[in-house]
């Protein structure tokens, strides 16, 4: 009976609220609508959430793509995953570029289209073991001046202990080489040998020397005369190169160190400025450049590519120097300095342009030709110079001891926290898709962070770790349903805007719904929310003007509760009267989203769930209404280490470490990511919106840094 009485009593209430909110003529239907059930809130997405889909949508087309150009094709061998394209291999398109494997060696493209193929399928291309591909060269055209022809020569072919050559030296000349150097002869012999260049079949090519020249003197006719063959003087029987008769025949695929190249050499063609090769092995009937082949540089499409600790996958990356006007050498085994010299540029869509400086215009460049680093002398067993292959390993081995180190962490109390590799796993070391230790740390500091739009808060300091929610995936930047941020530590505004546009740009965007236009202002320590309301989602048809006023507190850890301790609808003060009745606010304008509920006269914010995702887990201890915004403090969370900020991180900025990241089309392996806004001068914080940072980053530039790590500059472009 008592239950009966306060239910009459509620309903009384409805009619008497809609009868001072309306005419005096609407209060029969006002009681009609008060029994009736309120009409469903539609059940599409908020519209942030549905444009993110859609992002997602557009995003996995270009992720999905079989690459083709030019009479080349890629295709997909295995499932695309977050750290696999399921490609094998990358066209590659080359024009105007003085290629170097290393010092000298190497060659100047004209043009050429190849493909880049993995030793291992599976396997990523990795620009850091050159063993790891071979180029198989469909057609182009590649020229060997003198000082590339003499580093095969002399630095590559007979530059070991014992050699039967020393000195070499190679001259082009109109239809010819002249080759000076001092044979072993019991001791070292001047000796010059003039000759032609040929095919001898499809994989060697051979020198015929026509003219030969011992200590100054001539020495054909002797020869010829005694019927002596240059085999007869020298002993050459290298793994690249052997005489036979007059001829010096080489290895065509073994000219140079690795990556190991297969061409198909149709016409050499021999003048003053260098030996000119035409490649053909018929596969192509011409080289179409595709539309985004730089005028000068490389084009690299399809397939997964690792520079250092980031793997662009499904390539779709421009090479071009920074200096369009003098000649562009790109040197192979000493790509990272060139890189730490340039910077990295994306479009929206995941294209990545590199800008690099010619090796040439490095100061390390200039030293390592002054010293003459890189030349070493081969081993007596290998018959060649293999110290280039040895000092290229060394670096490399030094180079991944810092890309695979998982450096000391420390606990949100300052405590080191070791993180040890264990190589006895599969995989924890040598697998360049994925890497150990934690998953990815982030901090930052002093940074206006939206997720999307206006919604977001400024973070004063902030320790928070990503972890996706399927265990060994990398973070996927692109996708916030794909991982949680677990925060760690810290202290975070909301200011009033952003909190208004949480309601307004997400929470609120369905219909039919009971609350709308909130606008949130801070009085006396309290919080004033206006906006519209309609009784029970629907009635009456226009929104009633209304102001709530109450406190905000700390439920739990978890939760936060706004309490109005006055309403006023239409300017007439309805709290006193509501508490009075026992009538809850929620039985008058119900109001239940995700993430957020109006619960009998309290407004409770489940601080996990109430912003669009990702998933924001951390211990609330404190919150409190100021001018600025909506203050929250977070516990510490020692089970957690936190990342160490490196010293030049500056006053705003985002910091990512270690864990694997997919940020655009690149995953980023055991990563470490600065992000700043060198437009920010002094203490003024820079804006970072996640479901944007597409745009944002493609205004702005990346650097790589010789250790792998990455500094994003979201400054616009100058």
């Not at 719904?513 to 906006?531: C, I």
Request: with cysteine.
């Amino acid at each position: 009976m008592i239950d009966e009485i306060r239910a009459l009593r509620r309903d009384i209430v409805r009619c008497m609220l809609a009868a001072a909110m309306l005419y005096a003529s609407l209060i029969v239907s006002a009681c009609a609508d008060a029994n009736s059930a309120a009409p469903q809130a539609s059940s599409a997405l908020p519209s942030i959430e549905a444009s993110k889909q859609k992002q997602l949508s557009a995003e996995q087309v270009i992720a999905n793509r079989e690459p083709s150009a030019s009479g080349m094709s890629m295709k997909r061998v295995r499932p695309l995953t977050l750290r696999d394209s399921g490609i094998d291999g990358s066209m590659m398109f080359a024009r105007d570029v003085d290629f170097r494997v290393t010092g000298d060696i190497g060659f100047q493209i004209q043009r050429m289209a190849a493909t880049l193929v993995p030793v291992r399928a599976g396997a990523p291309i990795v620009f850091d073991d050159p063993n790891s591909v071979t180029i198989d060269v469909h057609r182009g055209e590649v020229t060997l001046d003198a000082a590339k022809l003499t580093a095969i020569f002399d630095r590559y072919l007979f530059q070991y202990r014992g050699p039967p050559l020393r000195n070499m030296r190679v001259v082009p000349e109109e239809g010819r080489l002249r080759i000076t150097g001092e044979m072993q002869r019991g001791g070292w012999v001047p000796i010059v040998l003039t000759g032609t260049l040929s095919m001898r079949n499809a994989n060697e090519m051979a020198f015929h020397a026509e003219h030969v020249e011992v200590a100054g003197v001539a020495a054909d006719k002797l020869m010829q005369a005694a019927h002596v063959k240059m085999a007869d003087l020298l002993n050459v029987e290298t793994p690249i190169a052997r005489l036979d008769g007059d001829d010096v025949v080489m290895q065509v695929a073994k000219l140079t160190p690795p990556p190991a190249l297969k061409m198909t050499i149709t016409q050499i063609a021999i003048h003053p400025d260098g030996v000119r090769f035409t490649l053909d092995d018929h596969t192509l009937n011409d080289i179409a450049w595709p539309a985004s082949m730089p005028v000068r540089g490389l084009l690299i499409e399809g397939g997964d590519v690792k520079f250092m600790r980031s793997m662009p996958m499904n390539i779709d990356m421009a090479i071009t120097p920074i200096d369009t006007n003098a000649p562009f050498v790109l040197d192979l085994y000493r790509y990272r300095e060139q890189m730490a010299a340039g910077y990295l540029t994306f479009d929206e869509a995941g294209a990545l342009n590199v800008h690099l400086p010619s090796y040439v215009a490095l100061a390390g460049a200039s030293r390592d030709t002054e010293r003459g680093v890189g030349i070493g002398i081969g081993s007596a067993s290998a018959k060649l110079n293999d110290s280039f292959i040895r000092t290229q390993q060394a670096e490399l081995a030094s180079a991944r001891a810092q890309w695979q180190r998982v450096p000391f962490l420390r606990d949100a109390g300052a405590r080191a926290v070791p993180v040890s590799l264990d190589t006895t796993k599969s995989g924890a070391i040598s697998d360049e898709r994925n890497s150990p230790g934690p998953a990815p740390l982030i901090h930052m500091q002093n940074v206006d962070f939206y997720v999307s739009g206006r919604i977001g808060f400024h973070v004063r300091s902030l320790d928070a770790q990503m972890v996706p929610k399927h265990p060994g995936q990398p973070v996927d930047l692109d996708d916030p349903t794909q991982y949680d941020i677990h925060i760690i530590d810290g202290e975070v505004v909301e200011p009033w805007p952003a909190m208004a546009a949480l309601f307004n740009d997400y929470l609120l965007d369905y219909a039919p719904r009971s609350l709308n236009d909130l606008q949130l202002t801070p009085v006396d320590g309290e919080l004033q929310v206006t906006g519209g309301i309609k009784l029970w989602n629907h009635f009456p048809g226009t929104w009633l003007p209304t102001t709530m006023r109450g406190t905000i507190a700390v439920r739990d850890e978890r939760h936060i509760v706004y309490r109005p301790e006055s309403v006023k609808v239409l300017g007439v003060p309805q709290a006193g009267m509501l508490r009075a009745l026992d009538v809850p606010l929620s039985s008058l304008t119900p109001f239940e989203r995700k993430g957020v509920v109006l619960n009998g006269n309290e407004l409770v914010f489940d601080q996990y769930s109430v912003f669009p995702a990702p998933l924001l887990q951390g211990r609330l201890a404190g919150a409190r209404v100021t001018d600025e915004g909506l203050v929250l403090r977070f516990k510490r969370d020692l089970s957690l280490p936190v990342g160490k900020v490196p010293a030049d991180a500056g006053s705003s900025f985002v910091f990512i470490e270690s864990g694997d990241v997919k940020m655009f089309n690149s995953l980023v392996v055991n990563g470490r990511t600065l992000i700043h806004d060198t437009r920010r001068g002094g203490a003024e914080p820079m804006r970072f919106e996640l479901y944007a940072y597409r745009r944002d980053v493609a205004k702005g530039k990346v650097m790589m840094r010789e250790d792998g790590a990455l500094v994003v500059d979201l400054a616009g472009r100058r």
